[in-house]
Nanobody, 125 residues
Framework: QGRLVESGGGLVQAGGSLSLSCAAS????????MAWFRQAPGKEREFVAA????????YYADSVKGRFTISRDNAKNSVYLQMNSLKPEDTAVYYC??????????????????WGQGTQVTVSS
C-alpha cells in the first residue's frame, strides 16, 4: 500500500496557524478514507478529522470544528490539515492515517490500516 509521509509541523504561538501535509507514495483510490489523528504526551491517540476520497465528505472532532479544515488533492495523492486559531491544547504529534475500505467508524483509530510517522505541532501560550 505504500507509505504516508507527513510534513508541516512546527512551533507556533497561540492564535496562529499551521498547515500539515500528508503524501501517499501510491495512488489513493475512491473508496479510501484519509484521516488525521493526534497524540499528546500521556494521552491516547485521538481523532481530529477525516475525509472520504470519492466525494470529499469531511468529519471533525468537536474540539477542532470551525478551526481546522481537512482537504485533499487527488492529483498529488495528498491530504492536508489547515489549522487556525491554534491553542496550547492542540500541542501533539499529528498522524496521517488511511483505511482503504472507507470505514464508517472513522473516529476509531483501530479502523485504520496505514499510518505515517507523525509530525510534531507545538503551540505556545
Amino acid at each position: 500500500q505504500g507509505r504516508l509521509v507527513e510534513s508541516g509541523g512546527g512551533l507556533v504561538q497561540a492564535g496562529g496557524s499551521l498547515s500539515l501535509s500528508c503524501a501517499a507514495s501510491r495512488r489513493i483510490f475512491s473508496n479510501y478514507i484519509m484521516a488525521w489523528f493526534r497524540q499528546a504526551p500521556g494521552k491516547e491517540r485521538e481523532f481530529v478529522a477525516a475525509i472520504r476520497w470519492r466525494f470529499g465528505n469531511t468529519y471533525y472532532a468537536d474540539s477542532v470544528k470551525g478551526r481546522f479544515t481537512i482537504s485533499r488533492d487527488n492529483a498529488k495523492n495528498s491530504v492536508y490539515l489547515q489549522m487556525n486559531s491554534l491553542k496550547p491544547e492542540d500541542t501533539a504529534v499529528y498522524y496521517c492515517a488511511t483505511d482503504p475500505d472507507g470505514t464508517y467508524y472513522y473516529t476509531d483509530r483501530t479502523e485504520y490500516d496505514y499510518w505515517g510517522q507523525g509530525t510534531q505541532v507545538t503551540v505556545s501560550s
